[in-house]
């Protein structure tokens, strides 16, 4: 996308060609905004970075940069060295007035990209066991991957959403264990309910429920007859429940994947064959072990247990085969932070299937501290042991839940004020954001009643020029940040850059509204600010889309 920051590299990258000759040097351009106005539009340091290529002093070869600049008057003002040989660069106002055409003549689509060049890549997150409602870790969980998918689809990648369903192995025994124990105490018996089973009071609706369907008929079963029953009943009714939870936080799936099906075609057994066959798989000690320290692990791992049994780690291996074979280029796994220590077994099983180690991508996401009023607090809850996401959305709503977990980096802990959430304030980072959107509405309702309705695509660039005050510039270049922004979403896998945007742009703008008369008396003047209204009000709006939150014209 031909953003501003944009050409301007394309010209420095032009300028520092002829300087490298057949160095064969890469060339890496940097450009920051400086925090003074007075020290230009744009600074880069790619003077300093070339010394050790050209061995020449840095402000030799920033003068030599600025001498070799073509096809520049239409961008730059001037360009000037500071210090060692930093390059602070002035635009002309006329650079800028394009970014508000850009965006009014694309209101929608301002921000899209090709950056991905279709390139299919798998966006896995949640995949929370099927044995307990979701957590608001999950929901943490869910907002970063959904957002993550949403940034890569608009930058580019063709994305499908996939939920991994941990429907095979023991704990979903267990969970069968555990619906049948609560059964039976649910019917009147006296019976004692098995350390390390699922305790949580959502196991007492399970029981109270399946009574109201099946009544007493499985009271005198043994458990070895009726557990297939009970866990395929648990795990049908706890996966219900999450799907509804996912869907009320407007989460979802192109694909839910079972790991019963790579067990139902002997995926696990025929991975560890293939893995064999590569010389990645021996046999010791009884047990059978993946030979992930070939590519950097610190130990290699069991795939097979001495008592025959498969590890997870197996059924990953297998799992991600799978993922490739359907023709992903890449696939971005969101993990829970304690998931750290298996980060490097799974890239090293990704490399012995024969693809690259960025092929696969982890995304660790930190833990969610609640808090009331500051307090930390611990809410009555189904479970007895955490606080579900269910809870959550009931009391805050969906917006202000998604946009508050999105604000942290994933590898940040996140701490979460019920109350703070609830507020209609500057306090809440969501209601500040979509009330700067109803007031851009709001102004157009007005401009509408007033009789000063116009077609924004017709502003000519003698009325943009209007608009030269150092709130508008701020603002405007903000506005150009925006695809850059998204394309750094992208590359790094961060969705919190989006919510630091818009707190950036709203407050700018409120500052701005504050200080000027957007629909004052030079009819001109007004024309021009309405086409930067409108910019503003376009961007928050799609970056709130990107974040799954809603954009309220009235508040």
Same mark, same amino acid.
């Given at each position: ?92 106002? !006329?650079?800028? /007035?394009? &970014?508000? $055409?850009?965006?009014?003549? =694309?209101?929608? @689509?301002?921000?899209?990209?090709? #950056? *991905? ?36 689809? !608009?930058?580019? /990648?063709? &994305?499908? $959403?996939?939920?991994?369903? =941990?429907?095979? @192995?023991?704990?979903?025994?267990? #969970? *069968? ?36 369907? !099946? ?341």
């Amino acid at each position: 996308m031909n953003t501003v920051r944009n050409c301007l590299k394309s010209l420095i990258g032009e300028a520092i060609r002829p300087l490298l000759k057949d160095s064969g040097a890469e060339i890496n351009i940097e450009l920051d905004i400086p925090k003074v106005a007075a020290h230009g539009d744009y600074a880069s340091n790619v003077a300093m970075g070339l010394t050790r290529v050209l061995k020449r002093n840095p402000r030799e070869i920033a003068q030599g940069i600025i001498s070799n600049l073509r096809d520049s008057d239409s961008l730059l003002e001037k360009v000037e060295i500071a210090g060692p040989g930093f390059l602070n660069f002035f635009l002309k106002p !006329e650079a800028w /007035y394009g &970014v508000i $055409r850009d965006i009014i003549a =694309n209101p929608e @689509g301002y921000g899209k990209q090709d #950056l *991905g060049k279709g390139a299919r890549i798998q966006v896995e997150f949640v995949s929370a066991n099927p044995t307990g409602p979701l957590h608001i870790g999950h929901g943490r969980g869910a907002a970063i991957g959904d957002v993550l998918a949403n940034i890569l689809t !608009e930058c580019g /990648y063709d &994305v499908q $959403r996939e939920y991994y369903i =941990n429907d095979a @192995g023991n704990q979903m025994d267990t #969970l *069968g264990r555990s619906l049948y124990f609560r059964y039976r105490q649910e019917l009147g018996e006296d019976v004692e309910f098995p350390e390390n089973h699922y305790r949580g009071e959502y196991m007492r609706e399970l029981a109270r429920e399946l009574i109201g369907r !099946e009544g007493k008929r499985f009271r005198n079963s043994e458990p070895a007859e009726v557990l297939p029953f009970f866990t395929d009943y648990a795990g049908r009714s706890i996966l219900d429940g999450i799907k509804d939870d996912l869907d009320i936080f407007g989460v979802h799936f192109d694909r839910w994947f079972s790991e019963r099906e790579l067990h139902g075609v002997d995926s696990v057994r025929k991975t560890l064959e293939h893995l064999r066959e590569r010389g990645f798989i021996y046999d010791s000690e009884g047990a059978v072990w993946f030979r992930s320290t070939s590519f950097g692990d610190e130990k290699d791992r069991v795939v097979i247990r001495a008592n025959g049994a498969s590890t997870y780690f197996a059924a990953d291996l297998a799992y991600h085969l799978n993922k490739f074979e359907r023709g992903f280029q890449a696939t971005v796994d969101v993990w829970g932070a304690d998931h750290h220590g298996y980060i490097e077994r799974m890239r090293a099983g990704v490399q012995a299937l024969g693809r690259g180690k960025d092929d696969l991508r982890v995304v660790l996401v930190q833990l969610v501290n609640l808090l009331r009023g500051g307090v930390p607090v611990a809410m009555s809850t189904r479970g007895g042991e955490f606080v579900t996401l269910r809870e959550v959305l009931d009391e805050v709503g969906r917006d202000a839940t998604r946009f508050i977990f999105l604000t942290r980096r994933t590898d940040s802990p996140l701490d979460f004020d019920l109350e703070v959430a609830k507020a209609q304030s500057n306090d809440n980072p969501v209601f500040y954001v979509q009330y700067a959107h109803a007031r851009l509405c709001s102004i157009f309702e007005v401009a509408r009643e007033r009789g000063l309705e116009f077609d924004l695509a017709t502003a000519g660039a003698e009325t943009l020029a209007l608009l030269r005050s150092p709130q508008e510039f701020e603002l405007i270049k903000l506005l150009g940040e925006y695809p850059d922004m998204l394309a750094d979403c992208a590359r790094s896998l961060e969705p919190h850059y989006i919510p630091y945007y818009l707190h950036q742009l709203v407050s700018q703008f409120h500052s701005y509204y504050h200080d000027n008369r957007i629909l004052g008396d030079d009819p001109a003047l007004t024309r021009a600010r309405l086409c930067l209204a409108a910019a503003v009000r376009n961007v928050t709006r799609n970056a709130l889309r990107l974040l799954g939150v809603s954009a309220p014209q009235k508040m």
